[in-house]
Nanobody, 121 residues
């Protein structure tokens, strides 16, 4: 059973920054390194959406609303991915989750607990 552990969420003012981390401690290193990985978020009353993804070769993709503000990165040796978020807006408020993705950008594993990001003055 793959375990996904997210951290780094906090309450931040609009325009602020946060760095989220996700660890997959039980994933075989070679499997982690080969996996397409992604960050999702779920705002209250909304469906979970894929925000950013990163390939094994570190090619990244983002939804339009976060392009230029969010950066996804990975450290395969640590089995970790990160989401650097800048210029945060109230509409970024959500619980953020990570997961490995299929080639069709569908989540592969059970969800972790996520980490809460709240953007408010």
């Amino acid at each position: 059973q793959v375990q996904l552990v997210e951290s780094g969420g906090d309450l931040v003012q609009p325009g602020g920054s946060l760095r989220l981390s996700c660890k997959a401690p039980r994933m075989i290193l070679s499997v982690f390194s080969a996996n397409l990985m992604g960050w999702y978020r779920q705002a209250p009353g909304k469906e979970r959406e894929l925000v950013a993804s990163i390939t094994s070769s570190r090619a990244a993709d983002y939804i339009d609303s976060v392009k230029g503000r969010f950066t996804i990165a990975r450290d395969n040796g640590k089995r970790m991915i990160y989401l650097q978020m800048t210029d945060l807006r109230p509409e970024d408020t959500a619980v953020y989750y990570c997961n490995a993705l299929t080639s069709g950008n569908q989540p592969k594993h059970n969800w972790g607990r996520g980490t809460q990001v709240t953007v408010s003055s």
